[in-house]
């Protein structure tokens, strides 16, 4: 789980050169990118180890 501009989300993150890509695994969802200049704004507050539903 991470927290950007009040907002929560169960996402993947990957670091890149220019920032910290936010990935869903909905491939709807495009791709966000928090530029470094913004990282100290990204908050990760937990870890989601299950998730329960139609995948």
Do not use: H
């Amino acid at each position: 789980m991470i927290r950007l501009d009040d907002y929560l989300y169960a996402k993947r993150l990957q670091r890149r050169f220019d920032g910290v890509a936010i990935i869903s695994a909905n491939k709807e969802y495009p791709e966000a990118l928090v530029p470094r200049d913004r990282l100290q704004e990204l908050e990760v507050i937990g870890r989601a180890v299950w998730a329960a539903g139609w995948l």
